[in-house]
């Protein structure tokens, strides 16, 4: 089991970066792919980015290519989310999630992942 904590949202500027980070427990945090998901408010939980166990696929939503990027750290048991070139339409909570695979696959559903963290707020201002 894993349990994952995630910080560094906050208000921004349109136009401006912010950092998420997603702490996770346990000594096991190489084996689990990792995914970003965001809810806004009346809307339904979607899909950013997610990450392989090993770093080495990635991929995201459309609407946030060339802005984000997902990465980890697998010595500090940490997934980030950095998020440039921010829009007002990026506002929402932002959770990290955790899906216990070796495979390199594609997940983006909310049904593929196991574990899921309480979230951070994200707010950008026009």
């Known amino acids: 089991q894993v349990q994952l904590v995630e910080s560094g949202g906050g208000l921004v500027q349109a136009g401006g970066s912010l950092r998420l980070s997603c702490a996770a427990s346990g000594r096991t945090f190489s084996r689990y792919a990792m995914g970003w998901f965001r809810q806004a408010p009346g809307k339904e939980r979607e899909f950013v980015a997610g990450i392989s166990w090993n770093g080495y696929s990635t991929y995201y939503t459309d609407s946030v290519k060339g802005r984000f990027t997902i990465s980890r750290d697998n010595a500090k048991n940490t997934v980030y989310l950095q998020m440039n070139s921010l829009k007002p339409e990026d506002t929402a909570v932002y959770y990290c999630?955790?899906?216990?695979?070796?495979?390199?696959?594609?997940?983006?559903?909310?049904?593929?992942?196991?574990?899921w963290g309480q979230g951070t707020q994200v707010t950008v201002s026009s």
């Open positions: 999630a955790a899906k216990a695979t070796y495979l390199g696959m594609r997940y983006d559903s909310l049904n593929d992942y196991d574990y």
